[in-house]
């Protein structure tokens, strides 16, 4: 199959709608506790989804899954859990750091690791440097990063700035250092996804 750039920036547009909305179901249920509605959230989203997606689009599925190496499963399942504990931990940094700060520093992470992790792993990050687009990908993870160092630091000057009862009611648990500390973790371990 030919791959076309629009394509890849219309579903890479669609990636984006997709994530910028997840959080709109949740509003609807603020009886529940936060972590009821994202552990419901979660396993639609990691359980059934992924099933529901994979038979449709999958044939034979089943047999596609017990024919193929057992290496490749435990791999795909190793990184697979350790993208699930990003993903978990991903609704605790907006419970600390809220959408704008701990989506910038989360997806920042996950960009740059996500990146550079496969050729790390695979021992390709020397050969990756050697080309002209290798560079051009290096400069965009400097500039992401250069971002993510941004929006960190106005989210540290914005919390020096507002007395404690006035960031409360925009962040009911607003905490700068446990969500970072979060959010680092959940970049970390959602970059997972890259690897195989």
Request: aromatic letters at 16%; proline letters at 4%.
């Given at each position: 199959?030919s791959?076309?750039?629009?394509?890849?920036?219309f579903?890479?547009?669609?990636?984006?709608?997709?994530?910028a909305?997840?959080?709109v179901?949740y509003?609807?249920?603020?009886?529940?506790a936060?972590?009821?509605?994202w552990?419901?959230g979660?396993?639609?989203?990691?359980?059934?989804?992924?099933?529901?997606?994979a038979?449709?689009?999958?044939?034979?599925?089943?047999?596609?899954?017990?024919t193929?190496?057992h290496s490749?499963?435990?791999?795909?399942?190793?990184?697979?859990?350790?993208?699930?504990f990003?993903?978990?931990?991903y609704?605790?940094?907006m419970?600390?750091?809220?959408?704008?700060?701990?989506?910038a520093?989360?997806l920042?992470?996950?960009?740059v690791?996500?990146t550079?992790?496969p050729?790390i792993f695979?021992?390709t990050l020397?050969a990756?440097?050697?080309?002209?687009?290798?560079w051009i990908?290096f400069l965009?993870i400097?500039?992401?990063v250069?971002?993510?160092?941004?929006v960190?630091?106005a989210?540290?000057?914005?919390?020096?700035?507002?007395?404690?009862?006035?960031?409360?009611?925009g962040?009911?648990?607003?905490n700068f250092?446990?969500?970072?500390?979060?959010?680092?973790f959940?970049g970390?371990?959602s970059s997972c996804?890259?690897?195989?």
């Amino acid at each position: 199959m030919s791959s076309s750039p629009l394509l890849g920036v219309f579903f890479h547009w669609m990636g984006g709608l997709a994530s910028a909305s997840f959080y709109v179901p949740y509003k609807r249920v603020r009886g529940w506790a936060w972590e009821v509605y994202w552990l419901t959230g979660g396993i639609f989203s990691w359980v059934i989804a992924p099933w529901v997606f994979a038979g449709l689009r999958t044939e034979h599925l089943w047999e596609v899954l017990t024919t193929a190496p057992h290496s490749t499963l435990a791999w795909c399942w190793f990184w697979g859990v350790l993208w699930g504990f990003g993903g978990l931990t991903y609704g605790l940094t907006m419970r600390y750091l809220g959408m704008s700060l701990g989506m910038a520093i989360i997806l920042g992470l996950t960009m740059v690791i996500g990146t550079i992790g496969p050729p790390i792993f695979h021992g390709t990050l020397a050969a990756l440097a050697d080309t002209q687009s290798g560079w051009i990908i290096f400069l965009g993870i400097a500039l992401a990063v250069a971002g993510v160092v941004i929006v960190a630091q106005a989210g540290r000057a914005k919390e020096r700035e507002l007395p404690p009862e006035q960031s409360k009611a925009g962040i009911a648990e607003f905490n700068f250092t446990r969500g970072v500390l979060v959010a680092v973790f959940s970049g970390v371990m959602s970059s997972c996804f890259a690897l195989d």
